[in-house]
């Protein structure tokens, strides 16, 4: 065997060596942490029939669906946690929705989820048609690709000032409800189900 060849298959079995080790321990690690509840407008889906209902009221209100597949172990996903609560003010006429895939396996796979984060755009294919399906959809944590993947389907964005302005009203209730959350922007939380 070729010298270089042998260093190349070296490097390349200590660099899946060090991303086996990086997996294990951050599902070690990130899956002690509690996972970020960032509010927004998201909707946590929990089961099938949660999430065809949430379709059918958005096949119903002419809106489409941007769902968020995620791990609580996952660190992408926790940075994505956020942002994606930001856009669920900034975009009309789109439902922005979570789903935990170890929490809802069954739905996960239904979904053909297989890589976490995936962000799924649902919508009605053409007008009339009473149901909806999957548009588009992309893996991994790439803000602008989650925006473009929206924009690209024709879901548009509200105007700066008013969606800010709902974040807000929608924060200062949060702190009004909740003495600990002490108006904090991003709570953190043991689970999506746990509110705090």
């Known amino acids: 065997m070729h010298p270089l060849l042998w260093w190349a298959a070296v ?62 172990w996952c660190p992408p996903c ?18 922005f929705a979570k789903l935990d895939v170890d929490a809802a396996r069954d739905l996960a796979a239904s979904l053909q989820v297989r890589a976490m984060p995936t962000f799924l755009l649902f919508g009605v294919p053409a007008p009339g048609c009473p149901h909806m399906v999957k ?30 302005a709902e974040e807000e009203a929608d924060r200062a209730a949060a702190a009004a409800e909740s003495d600990c959350c002490e108006g904090e922007r991003c709570r953190l939380v043991k689970s999506p189900q746990d509110h705090v």
């Open 78 to 95: 926790r940075t994505a946690a956020p942002a994606f609560a930001r856009m669920s003010y900034q975009y009309a006429g789109c439902r």
């Open 11 to 72: 490097a390349v079995a200590a660099w899946c060596c060090v991303q086996v080790v990086a997996c294990v321990v951050g599902r070690c690690l990130m899956g002690r942490r509690p996972f970020p509840d960032c509010g927004g407008k998201v909707t946590t889906v929990r089961s099938a029939q949660e999430w065809e209902s949430l379709l059918a009221a958005a096949a119903a209100a002419g809106e489409r669906v941007l769902i968020d597949c995620y791990a609580t």
């Open 135 to 164: 548009l588009d959809g992309c893996q991994g944590w790439d803000e602008g690709r989650v925006r473009s993947l929206l924009e690209s389907r024709g879901v548009a964005r509200r105007p700066i000032a008013e969606a800010e």
